[in-house]
């Protein structure tokens, strides 16, 4: 780490902190904004400076000045005004120190064209070898998620190139709760370094009712990218739970968190420019408002979408079910991957607007988990649930090994809540807890070896000392 100081500018730079011994940073690449009205100069126009970095545009101080014309004219003087009791000339420093320093916005550069170069966007087969280091199974929707991110970056970086316009690819994956869904993406959006925002469908509402509105899922995606408008308009937007925005049945209530979304969210998926607040949630804070532009912004939407399985079987059936030779009706009861045979109309069915289905041209399904994804699960990744636990005890030299019956009885119990891969971490916690109190307490344990019977309540944990071999029965359940 170097440390210099530079005469002319009084500033000292420690690796990548630079503080100026006057408190005021370089703000030459952020837009200014109105202290009353919270417009940026991009559009009020050129700002006012008045002491400890207050700006106000031409239109505020105009109004403030017209107010205090309209209130001469009408008797009140000046000096009768600072003689009043309890009335004070207001301090600006004490403004400043009293209201939190708004969020700084990276101005817009005209005419820019994207930075995303061409030659670095990794190809399909690579993106999903990376994906394959951390996510088990789902062979297909790796494939998918591949093939449709080269695209659309492909299509970012060509942009305006020539004549032809690429569309966007965005993505509907539908799969159980627990498949890899939101992993898949956080996995993706880590693997291409760009800005990542996951936004819950179910908190968003229409308009004017309590909840988010929809424009806040792209106010995450530029908190972000760290508030620079560029970087976030070639970002990642994942809305989950997008199966809860389905029209309600048989209601007469008005579907304020239902159809109505799902109709807001059309401009955002199609491409439009909004005005977005820096830093909140809520239009109606009293924040700056900037404007993103979505035509570059891949969406995907994921969903559980329960008893989709029922409209599948249903169609299925009204297929094949009358003459000679007609399917069973119990033919896809016990079908794993009848998810695979979703199409358009089923989704249509399940209640969302064909307006919303139309802007996901991708859709594709990820499988339920089996015992043996499970048991993958637990040991194959690189940052698998076991190798975590291994290097906590490595931490206290010790060594934590499984038996692999031992590692199908979990799965078993996990299937049985399923949960999915979510219930593997709760079950390893309840059998890991009297281990990890345990083994501190002697410093001559050396290896640890979970057997079958301790998962099943049967047995206990083989212990090595350094050197022997013992049997621990007491801290069997």
Not at 396 to 423: F, M, N, P, Q
Request: glycine content about 6%; overall charge negative.
């Amino acid at each position: 780490m170097t440390e210099h100081f530079d005469d002319e500018k009084d500033e000292i730079i420690d690796g990548d902190i630079t503080e100026k011994n006057d408190d005021h940073e370089d703000d030459s690449d952020y837009e200014k904004f109105c202290f009353l009205c919270h417009r940026p100069e991009s559009q009020a126009g050129k700002m006012i400076e008045l002491p400890n970095n207050i700006h106000i545009c031409n239109d505020c101080m105009q109004k403030s000045f017209d107010t205090m014309t309209q209130q001469m004219n009408n008797g009140l003087n000046l000096n009768d005004l600072l003689n009043m009791p309890n009335v004070s000339m207001i301090n600006l420093g004490s403004i400043q120190d009293a209201i939190p320093r708004p969020k700084k916005v990276k101005k817009k550069k005209e005419d820019a064209r994207p930075e995303i170069d061409l030659k670095k966007i990794p190809a399909p087969h690579k993106i999903k070898a990376s994906l394959d280091e951390y996510v088990i199974g789902q062979e297909r929707a790796k494939k998918v998620m591949s093939v449709a991110v080269y695209n659309h970056y492909k299509r970012v970086a060509t942009d305006t190139m020539d004549e032809i316009e690429i569309e966007k690819s965005n993505m509907l994956m539908i799969g159980p709760t627990g498949c890899g869904k939101t992993y898949l993406v956080k996995t993706l959006a880590r693997l291409l370094d760009v800005p990542l925002a996951i936004a819950d469908a179910t908190s968003l509402t229409e308009a004017g009712y309590i909840g988010d509105d929809i424009e806040s899922v792209i106010s995450k995606l530029l908190a972000a990218a760290d508030n620079d408008v560029e970087k976030a308009e070639h970002g990642i937007v994942f809305i989950d739970e997008i199966d809860k925005l389905a029209k309600k049945k048989n209601t007469n209530q008005r579907d304020v968190s239902g159809e109505a979304v799902q109709q807001g969210l059309l401009k955002l998926l199609e491409g439009s420019e909004v005005e977005v607040p820096v830093g909140a949630n809520s239009k109606n804070a009293m924040v700056p408002m900037v404007t993103v532009n979505t035509r570059n912004i891949l969406f995907i939407c994921g969903g559980a979408f329960p008893d989709l399985e029922n409209i599948i079987k249903e169609r299925l059936n009204k297929q094949a079910s009358i003459g000679f030779y007609a399917d069973l009706k119990d033919k896809y009861d016990n079908d794993p991957h009848i998810l695979e045979k979703v199409t358009v109309d089923d989704i249509r069915a399940f209640g969302m607007i064909p307006e919303f289905i139309g802007r996901l041209p991708i859709i594709y399904t990820l499988d339920g988990l089996n015992e043996d994804m499970l048991v993958q699960i637990l040991k194959e990744p690189k940052n698998a649930i076991l190798k975590q636990y291994q290097k906590l005890l490595a931490l206290d030299e010790v060594k934590l090994d499984y038996e692999e019956d031992a590692l199908h009885a979990i799965a078993a119990k996990a299937l049985e809540k399923h949960t999915g891969a979510r219930g593997l971490r709760a079950i390893l916690e309840e059998y890991m807890l009297d281990i990890m109190y345990e083994i501190p307490k002697d410093d001559s344990i050396g290896q640890v070896i979970i057997t079958r019977g301790y998962i099943e309540g049967t047995g206990g944990p083989r212990i090595l000392l350094r050197g022997q071999e013992i049997p621990l029965i007491g801290m069997a359940q």
